[in-house]
């Protein structure tokens, strides 16, 4: 496989968990998240940077309103190439989507879905929060992303800022896709989320068939897992413990 990853070893479990990262990410902004829940539940881990991210290959150029949905058949891609058979999603804002589209359009595949900061649709307040993000680039501050995803990392933030204030992405949604999720899933929101309110995690729970639990977490913005790491750590934990 051409994509960058990392595995997370555990001879105690044959289930996976998959690590699907943020719009801006890549496996080292997870920092140690992964490793953590995945020695709490004696599971597996596999952390990838998607096409264009990190130290992947690929290109983020002109980018399309289908791209979460590309995703999540690249995620399929690394589904076949590992043969997982029992796996758990765990996606974090354009990750949780991804996550989600894809428990949709593969029902039968993931054992279990966990987002953080997932996208449902697109809002006035995503709008808001990625148009106030734009500055940031042009006055140098998001100069940390060079770290991560080296000289494209201003590739990087435009093909995340631009599609989600453009115009063909305004009417966003992955309803269709929540209605054929059947699996049991997590859904994890900060409740001063920048890029999305908490109508996100409702209208996910109230779509999908499958049983869904929330966790709305308090003084939290967009990445719960960092801010607030040993709440969301614990609700995750119990979460897959309690799987059947």
Not at 43 to 64: A, E, M
Not at 70 to 75: I, K, P, Q
Not at 174 to 201: A, F, H, M
Request: hydrophobic share 35%; proline share 3%.
């Amino acid at each position: 496989m051409k994509l960058n990853y990392r595995n997370i070893e555990s001879p105690a479990s044959e289930t996976t968990i998959i690590f699907l990262h943020e719009g801006l990410g890549c496996i080292e902004m997870w920092r140690d998240y992964p490793e953590k829940l995945c020695k709490a539940t004696s599971c597996k881990g596999i952390v990838y940077d998607r096409s264009g991210y990190g130290k992947s290959p690929g290109t983020l150029v002109d980018r399309k309103f289908d791209y979460l949905h590309l995703a999540a058949y690249e995620l399929h891609e690394v589904v076949e190439y590992f043969n997982l058979k029992d796996f758990i999603l765990y996606g974090h804002s354009d990750g949780g989507s991804i996550a989600l589209i894809y428990a949709g359009l593969f029902s039968d595949k993931p054992r279990a879905v966990i987002t953080e900061a997932a996208h449902a649709f697109n809002e006035a307040v995503t709008i808001k929060g990625v148009l106030q993000a734009r500055p940031l680039l042009e006055e140098g501050k998001m100069e940390g992303l060079k770290k991560y995803h080296g000289e494209r990392f201003v590739e990087v933030f435009y093909a995340w800022n631009n599609i989600w204030i453009s115009d063909s992405f305004k009417n966003w949604s992955i309803e269709s896709e929540l209605r054929k999720v059947s699996v049991p899933n997590l859904i994890i929101q900060g409740k001063n989320d920048q890029y999305g309110t908490l109508r996100q995690v409702e209208q996910i729970c109230q779509l999908t068939k499958g049983e869904s639990q929330s966790l709305k977490v308090s003084n939290c913005g967009h990445a719960p897992y960092k801010e607030r790491t040993k709440e969301v750590l614990n609700c995750s934990i119990k979460f897959i413990n309690e799987l059947n």
